[in-house]
């Protein structure tokens, strides 16, 4: 079946700026995950969707950043007011439950803010 | 915290030879999972190898397997006939029974010459 997909592949916005970043699971899974990978932090856990459960913040950098899950699936990440700081490649992941050890990710968004 | 360390940022192998790359992780936990991911130019995070901890048998895929040293907190990565296709960044990564976080070290980046 089909991968993880995220979209757009690239992002080029200006300092300031929202930004939304789309993740699409792989049909059936009900957890999600998103990262983030940039070059000083190396890959950082963002937040987690478990089916229709509170998900999992603790990782987000702040304030700016949200996350929403529509109807078990898609899944959107926001970034208000973009900082340099924020450009990164957004990694988005699925599995098929919270018990499953197997992560499968899309192919990212890679997000530069001038 | 669990802290994940590769200590080679970059390694090269010969084609069709075999390579080891390092990984030693800390955690005071006993039940865990560990593995390898591998991300190439095309960004996509792409799962190599899986070890539970409680299992003593080293895992293996082909031509990639695994040296789990659990006392020493030690999880190498072999490729043997090592192909072009083989080139890119191999992250190590560990997640905690029970828990649904991936924790990364910061990658080892994989050349392969022709």
Redo the contacts between chains.
């Keep these: 079946g089909a ?1 993880v997909s995220q979209s757009p592949s690239n992002k080029v916005t200006e300092k300031g700026k929202d930004v939304e970043l789309r993740c699409d699971p792989i049909s059936g899974h009900t ?1 999600l ?1 998103w ?1 983030r990978q940039s070059l000083g932090q ?2 950082e ?1 963002l937040i ?1 969707f ?1 089916g229709n459960s509170a998900p ?1 913040k603790s ?1 987000l950098p702040s304030d700016r950043f949200s996350a929403e899950r529509t109807g078990g699936s898609v899944s959107t990440l926001t970034i208000q007011r973009t900082q340099q700081e924020d450009s990164a ?1 957004y ?1 988005c ?1 699925s ?1 098929r439950d ?1 018990d499953s ?8 968004t ?1 997000l530069t803010v001038t | 915290a669990q802290t994940v360390t590769q200590s080679q940022p970059e390694m090269s192998v010969q084609e069709a030879e075999t390579v080891t790359l390092s990984c030693t992780y800390d955690t005071s936990e006993s039940d865990y ?1 560990l593995f390898w ?1 591998k991300q190439p130019p ?6 190599v190898i ?1 070890q ?1 901890a409680y299992k003593q048998q080293n895992a293996t895929e082909n031509r990639f397997s695994v040296n789990f040293q659990k006392a020493a907190k030690s999880f190498s990565l072999k490729i043997s006939d090592s192909q072009l296709g083989d080139a890119a960044m191999y ?1 190590c990564a560990y ?1 905690r029974a029970g828990s ?8 080892t980046k994989l050349s392969v010459i022709p």
Excluded: C, H, N
């Design positions: 991968g957890a995950y990262y190396g890959l856990f987690y478990q999992d990782g490649v990694l992941a599995s919270r050890y197997e992560q499968y990710f899309g192919p990212g890679r | 999972y991911y095309s960004r996509q995070m792409i799962l899986r539970e992250f997640q649904y976080q991936l924790t990364f070290g910061k990658g």
